[in-house]
């Protein structure tokens, strides 16, 4: 019994094995199906290559032992559009690519040139001597060479007549005008309005030309003036478009003047290369071995090579290695750093306290490097074409360059032009076309009431009132002349 049962138990396992085997067999041969009708291929079928890259904020950096930034998000999107994948090493020297003293290249250009990687994906300057020994597509991000700043690295001494600076000269000019023709306009209407001066042999008239001038400068204080006050409807238009005039002004000056003292690139004492070569506060320097430097060494520029003199003469204090030491550099000392603008806008969206002098000079692009004569080459070039025009470069760029300071202003102060305050000024011409007018329409009915009076034309009337009020001491010299003869 015992021996039967255990025969049965025997032949139930070897059963069972046998089925798990064939079920095992059959699902092998369905994946070897699905690989030969599947057109892209699993993932071990797909070509494989090793990419070189560098370590810089923000295009490779290292976050939980794993490779992220704006250099990584390219490769993925390039390996999901040509179907490949990839092994990412960082770079064993440190360093971009450039000639060394016994002739080899080094860096990223030296490891493709020795075929231990395939591509380059990094912030790699195509320069001519790089074109040489390797391939490059299509530039994925535009550059150039700029200056990287502390903005309280140096005190600019404000200038002494630094009020006048809200306002251009034309402006200046324009508001001086303005004034005169104003006060003049209140002169000439305080003289001509009989409700302002009604008996011109015997009263007085209190706008004369200095107390109008002095009228006009009270509106401009926002001082009031006790005497002397319109009594005229011409003169009190003028009055009232002239303080609309200067409170608007006022308004205008106050708001430029105050964003002129917030603004940190006005005073920011280094605006071009060449100011950087004149000062002697500031040490200078670039990336050692970096296209920066050579291209600053091979320019005919005469500020360009007084800057690669200074460089190359202090190589051993000013030349830095890497990208982070010179931020950190510029944060700590006197020290500005001359490197890639793209590079140098990241730093100062990140650190608030730096800025990018507005000079950008050799412009360039990163390019993905190549083997010479890769077949990678041209669809690395189209890939990167196509990522351009769906706007997915453009995506990246604003993702990894997000700014901490976006709440301030990048935009550069200027002065203000007189073409901003053209309505301005037009509103006050009409005013005093207005007032002018009002005076003339006075003078004429006065002068028709008189005529009525005593019988004469208004007309004449009308050309005596003015040679009075605007001859009133050639008038009396001449009546008084003519009593003299008739006595005699």
Not at 377 to 394: P, W, Y
């Amino acid at each position: 019994m015992d021996r039967g049962l255990h025969f049965m138990l025997c032949v139930i396992t070897t059963m069972l094995l046998l089925r798990e085997s064939s079920h095992t067999g059959t699902s092998k041969n369905g994946d070897a199906g699905s690989k030969s009708t599947d057109p892209e291929g699993p993932e071990e079928d797909l070509p494989t290559l090793t990419v070189t890259t560098i370590l810089e904020d923000p295009y490779v950096m290292v976050r939980s032992a794993e490779l992220e930034g704006y250099c990584i998000d390219l490769l993925k999107a390039l390996a999901a559009m040509l179907h490949f994948s990839y092994k990412v090493k960082v770079v064993g020297d440190g360093q971009y690519g450039a000639i060394s003293s016994k002739g080899n290249w080094t860096g990223m250009i030296g490891e493709i040139m020795r075929q231990e990687a395939d591509i380059a994906v990094a912030p790699l300057t195509v320069t001519s001597a790089r074109e040489e020994v390797v391939s490059f597509t299509t530039p994925f991000l535009q550059t150039g060479i700029g200056i990287l700043l502390r903005k309280d690295t140096i005190s600019q001494e404000m200038p002494l007549f630094h009020f006048l600076a809200p306002f251009s000269k034309e402006t200046w000019t324009g508001l001086l005008f303005a004034y005169v023709l104003t006060c003049l306009c209140l002169f000439l209407v305080a003289r001509l309005s009989p409700c302002e001066w009604n008996e011109p042999k015997n009263e007085e008239n209190h706008f004369t030309f200095l107390n109008s001038l002095w009228f006009g400068a009270g509106a401009l204080a926002l001082q009031g003036v006790v005497t002397p006050r319109p009594r005229a409807l011409s003169v009190r238009v003028i009055a009232a478009i002239w303080w609309l005039f200067t409170i608007a002004l006022l308004a205008a000056y106050i708001a430029n003047f105050t964003a002129l003292l917030s603004s940190g690139s006005e005073q920011l004492p280094i605006q071009t290369f060449e100011d950087l070569v004149k000062q002697r506060e500031l040490e200078f320097g670039t990336l050692d071995g970096s296209s920066t430097f050579y291209f600053f060494k091979n320019s005919k520029n005469p500020i360009h090579q007084l800057i690669y003199e200074y460089m190359d003469k202090r190589r051993d204090y000013v030349l830095v290695k890497t990208y982070q030491e010179a931020v950190q550099r510029v944060m700590e000392s006197n020290y500005a750093f001359i490197g890639e603008s793209v590079s140098q806008d990241l730093a100062a969206a990140r650190h608030c306290n730096l800025i990018r002098a507005p000079e950008v000079i050799g412009a360039r692009g990163f390019g993905i490097a190549t083997t010479k004569a890769s077949l990678w080459t041209k669809k690395l070039s189209i890939a990167v074409l196509k990522l351009r025009e769906s706007g997915d470069l453009d995506y990246l760029r604003n993702k990894w360059w997000e700014s901490s300071c976006l709440h301030k202003s990048r935009d550069r102060w200027s002065p203000l032009q007189p073409q901003a305050l053209g309505g301005l000024f037009l509103t006050l011409a009409i005013g005093l076309a207005l007032g002018v007018i009002a005076a003339v329409v006075e003078l004429s009915n006065k002068s028709r009431h008189t005529a009525g009076h005593i019988k004469k034309s208004c007309c004449s009337i009308f050309t005596e009132e003015i040679c009075t009020r605007l001859h009133i001491k050639e008038n009396t010299r001449q009546s008084q002349e003519t009593s003299g003869k008739a006595n005699a």
